[in-house]
Structures are given as C-alpha cells and as structure tokens.
C-alpha cells in the first residue's frame, strides 16, 4: 500500500504570511490531487497535477509536483483567514484514492 | 446540479447496535465511494460501488458493508458497532472510471457511545 506523509501537521499563521505544505511518498504516483476540507463538509478537490516538474497556480496558491512523481508542495502566498482548513493530498493507488495524513492550518486576522 | 446529499448529518449509537447511512450521488454519477475519517488514522477508503457491485474495497472487518440500488443510491451498513467506529463517514461520487474527480457529500458525523 502507498503512503502520503505531510508536513507540517499543524500551522497556525497570521493573515499575510506565506507558507508551504508538503506530500512525500517513497512511492511514485501517476498524478496527485489536493483538497480542502473546511469544518462539517467534505474534501473539495483544489487541483491535480498530472506531469513531474508540473506547476500549477490557483489565484495565491501554487501547486507543485516533483520531477520523480514522488512528492507535491502547496505554497499560499499571503494567507488569509478564508485560507483555514485541512489541506489532504491524495493520489490513486491502483483503484483506490488514498489520501495524505493531512495539514491542518489556521490563520488568524 | 445538486451535489451530494448524506443522511443523516448526526447520529449517536450505542456500542452492539448497527447504523445504516444513505448517500445520493449527483445525478449521472454511477460510481459511489464510501470513507471513514478519524483524527488518528485520517481518511480511509472503505469501498466503491459501481452499477450495484462493490468494485473496491479497502481494509475493513466484515462488520462495515455497503449496497447500490439501481439508481446509484448507496447505503453502507456497520453492524456490532465498536466505540472506535465513532468517525466522519463521508461519501463520494464519480461519473464511471477510477481516477476521475471524486465529488464529496458533507458526511455523516456518526458517535458510538
């Protein structure tokens, strides 16, 4: 079975500050997805990156996928409260998505 | 298009008792995935069904099963609940394939006492 660890666990920011979330696997994966997940919904896909070396930018968020397909980066730029959440990378292990250990962030006004 | 509906949002169990959970899928979709989170182990796969078959499983006891009615409707049943089955039951829809975008209902919040 293929693994997703992401760093950090936790991130508690202030509105206005940068910050970057990562997925490593030791495996490698033919695409990787990112949801968000905000307090009593479900995980709603922000972006899936298909190609090693991929980036892709999503207003101040930016995703990256690694040259080996092995690991994926979150970046927001500038946070906002609106930014709070559980950030899950995912990616498909023959039939089945699993999905990374999650980043829980908080941002504060 | 509506999107996924899960009934009910709320439901409190006591350990040995079992609990049926319903999820509509969007309308088109045919494939339905069921997924147990937790704050310790996170976001699991528990099963997909497709065209009333469980296409997928993952590694749950017995004890968690699911159906499709021919209208993609879909149930997952826990029977003999235990305490650490207390979790967010969420459930997702796709149009057919594996690797298509998977669009999450809001969950069923399920607490076993």
């Known amino acids: 079975t293929q693994l997703l660890e992401q760093s950090p666990q936790f991130l508690s920011i202030q509105e206005g500050e940068n910050l970057t979330v990562y997925c490593n696997s030791s495996?490698?994966?033919?695409?990787l997805q990112w949801y968000r997940q905000e307090p009593g919904e479900g995980p709603v896909l922000l972006v899936t990156?298909?190609?090693?070396?991929e980036v892709k930018k999503l207003k101040r968020l930016t995703f990256q996928f690694g040259d080996a397909r092995k690991d994926s980066s979150l970046h927001i730029t500038a946070a906002q409260p609106g930014d709070t959440g559980l950030y899950l990378c995912?990616?498909?292990?023959?039939?089945?998505?699993?999905f990374g250990t999650g980043t829980r962030l908080q941002v504060f006004p | 298009k509506a999107g996924v509906t899960q009934t009910p949002r709320y439901l409190i169990k006591t350990r040995g008792q079992q609990v049926t959970l319903s999820c509509s899928p969007i309308s088109g979709h045919r494939s339905v995935s069921w997924y147990q989170q937790t704050p310790g182990q996170g976001l699991q796969f528990l099963f997909e069904y497709f065209s009333e078959t469980q296409r997928n499983k993952g590694n749950f006891p017995g004890r968690f099963s699911g159906r499709q009615f021919s209208n993609s409707r879909s149930e997952m049943n826990v029977s003999t609940l235990e305490l650490g089955d207390s979790a967010l039951y969420l459930c997702?829809?796709?149009?057919?394939?594996?690797?298509?975008?998977?669009?999450f209902g809001p969950g069923t919040r399920l607490l076993v006492l």
């Open positions: 997702a829809s796709s149009l057919e394939r594996e690797g298509e975008t998977q669009y």
């Open positions: 990156v298909v190609t090693g070396g």
């Open positions: 495996s490698v994966f033919s695409s």
């Open positions: 995912a990616g498909w292990d023959t039939d089945k998505l699993i």
